[in-house]
Every structure is written in C-alpha cells, then in structure tokens.
C-alpha cells in the first residue's frame, strides 16, 4: 500500500515522502479500514514538524482523522462489518491507503453524511461544538470573539452561531475577507490594523458585555481579542497558528478579571467522561445529517501529491480544508 511517511521532524517539504509499506493486518479487538479521505489539519503538519503536544516514534505516518470502509476484522471482533463507512475517533496515521485502529473507536457514518463531512468530523468540528457550547456555555444573544475567522474552524463557528442564536465578532488579517463572513452570517468583521476596533464593538454590542472568545492565532492578534472582552470574560486558547506567544498584559488579568486558558480537545475527550463524550458526538452527528454543519472544502489532492496538498493548505485566503484521496 501506499502512505506518507516522515523518518525526522521538519519542514514537510523536506521531511514527507510516499513510500510503500505492507497492508497491516488488524489484531485482536481491532479492525482495518481503507481510507477514502482525509484533511490535512494544523495539527497534522505541527506534528511532521516536531511541535504538536505529543511526538510520535519515528518513521511515522501523519494524519488524525478521515473516513473510510471497513475492510478487515481483528480475532474477537463482529463489529462494524466489513463494508461500513466509518469515521475513526481516536487514531494516528491516517495518510495511507490502510490503517488499523481499536473497534471501539470507530463511529460507523450514516447516509446523509457525506464523505467530505465526515472526513472533518472529529478535529474542527467537535473542537468548535466543545469549546463554544460545552466549555464557554454560549447561548442566544451572547457575544462571542474569534480570531482568525476565516479558517475552516472559524467558519464552522459562524454555523454553530445561526443554530445555538449567539453572535459573534471574527478578527481576520485581511480586510478583503469581511464581506465574504459577513455573508456566512458573520455579525461583526474586524481586520486586526483597524485603528478603532474597540469602538466598533462597542457600537454593535450597545454595551451588552463581551464574555467569550476562543483563539486560534496567538501572537498579537490574540492580543487584540483579549482587548476587546468585558470584565469578567473567559478566553479559550486553542491554537497556535501564527507561531508566536500571546503578549499578555498582567492588568488585563488582574483588573479586569479576565482568564486565558487553554484547550486540547485530546484532554477534554480524555476529562470528560463517557457519557459526556458520547452526547457531544451524537449531537455533531445529528448536525452535520441534517445539513446544518458542513465544514467547508477548499480542494481534494491525490494521495500521490501530498506536498502539493501540503502548499495549498498553508496558502493565506484558503477557503476550506484540503483533502487528500485515495
């Protein structure tokens, strides 16, 4: 088979490689699935790059999430059958052709999700539904800010705001990107160089108080998002994609009673308990059958042409995750 291989830590230009590599056979409790799809997450690339929150034993192959059909089962093993579509929930090594994960970690996909769909299911889309609803509580008439709006998880962010009512203030780097969030339903738009973001809030909040941001960026741009929250208010960090430390002002902290915290949804699976975990997923699932969140895509590559894949999905202005076939 083939699968995409990294033997050390780098750029993935220099680093990631196509390889052939025996179809692996599942053991006992697991089963193997033929990949259909899979996107190439931030995570993905931090990882080939030797900076995401766990490194894996080299060579390695990257990839968190897809979706694909089972093909083989593991001794002690009935189900799924071999045939079901299934998305895997916690598995590594996603960019080839086989892999090989627990049962108990498949979620069988039903019709009316469709494979671009369900190849997003687990990294943007429950990070997002966690974050906003679990975790920060946001509700209707509630403000929400968000950096880097424009990024696939942003824009699923702006889905969850028409279904749960909140609204919601999204930092972009480009000014050109403003009318196209404001068309996905996006209340307010701020470049990050706009001199009076703080007033333009206040004005579209009417004084409301501003007590919920998740950050995807870091750097100063999570800066700004501090600014602009209301005494009192939590600001999820979750990302880290201008590769710079948040500036943090201590008086932000201190006197205005704000919190800065992190979030990995690897832990929160982790913290939250069976039951809990199970109701965040069936309550995804229903979303995304029923049309209403459809995590956007920008193109579909080849396996083959993975770096190719790779550039298109560092490019600025992307709209929507790149996937790689086959």
């Known amino acids: 088979m083939q699968a995409v291989v990294f033997d050390k830590f780098g750029e993935p230009d220099a680093v990631l490689r196509l390889a052939e590599r025996p179809v692996p056979a599942p053991g006992p409790g697991e089963v193997r699935v033929r990949m259909r799809l899979r996107p190439i997450n931030p995570a993905d690339l931090l990882t080939v790059r030797g900076l995401y929150g766990t490194r894996p034993r080299l060579p390695a192959v990257p990839g968190y999430e897809g979706v694909g059909v089972v093909d083989a089962l593991g001794e002690g093993v009935s189900t799924p059958v071999p045939g079901t579509r299934v998305v895997p929930l916690a598995s590594n090594g996603t960019w080839q052709e086989f892999c090989v994960t627990k049962a108990a970690a498949l979620l069988p996909v039903p019709d009316a999700i469709?494979?671009?769909?369900?190849?997003?299911?687990?990294?943007?889309?429950?990070?997002?539904?966690?974050?906003?609803?679990?975790?920060?509580?946001?509700?209707?008439?509630?403000?929400?800010?968000?950096?880097?709006?424009?990024?696939?998880?942003?824009?699923?962010?702006?889905?969850?705001?028409?279904?749960?009512?909140?609204?919601?203030?999204?930092?972009?780097?480009?000014?050109?990107?403003?009318?196209e969030?404001?068309?996905?339903?996006?209340?307010?738009?701020?470049?990050?160089?706009?001199?009076?973001?703080?007033?333009?809030?206040?004005?579209a909040t009417a004084g409301q108080p501003v007590l919920r941001a998740i950050d995807a960026a870091g750097g100063a741009m999570a800066a700004t998002a501090l600014s602009l929250l209301s005494p009192g208010a939590t600001m999820l960090s979750f990302g880290m994609m201008s590769g710079e430390p948040i500036p943090v002002d201590p008086a932000h902290l201190v006197f205005r009673d704000l919190s800065l915290r992190g979030f990995w949804l690897?832990?929160?699976?982790?913290?939250?308990?069976?039951?809990?975990?199970?109701?965040?997923?069936?309550?995804?699932?229903?979303?995304?059958?029923?049309?209403?969140?459809?995590?956007?895509?920008?193109?579909?590559?080849?396996?083959?042409?993975?770096?190719?894949?790779?550039?298109a999905s560092e490019r600025p202005g992307r709209a929507g995750k790149v996937l790689l076939a086959g």
Not at 182 to 203: M, S, Y
Not at 288 to 308: D, K, S
Request: glycine share 8%; charged share 20%.
């Open 266 to 311: 690897t832990n929160w699976m982790r913290r939250a308990g069976n039951e809990r975990r199970q109701a965040l997923i069936a309550r995804l699932g229903d979303l995304m059958a029923r049309g209403l969140v459809a995590p956007p895509v920008f193109a579909v590559h080849p396996l083959t042409a993975v770096l190719a894949a790779v550039a």
């Open 114 to 179: 469709g494979d671009e769909n369900a190849a997003q299911f687990v990294v943007n889309p429950l990070t997002a539904l966690a974050m906003v609803e679990q975790e920060l509580g946001a509700g209707p008439g509630d403000w929400l800010v968000q950096t880097a709006a424009g990024s696939t998880l942003g824009r699923i962010v702006l889905q969850l705001a028409r279904i749960s009512g909140f609204r919601t203030i999204n930092l972009v780097r480009r000014p050109e990107q403003a009318a």
């Open 181 to 203: 969030l404001t068309a996905l339903g996006a209340d307010l738009v701020i470049a990050t160089e706009d001199p009076d973001a703080a007033g333009r809030v206040a004005a």
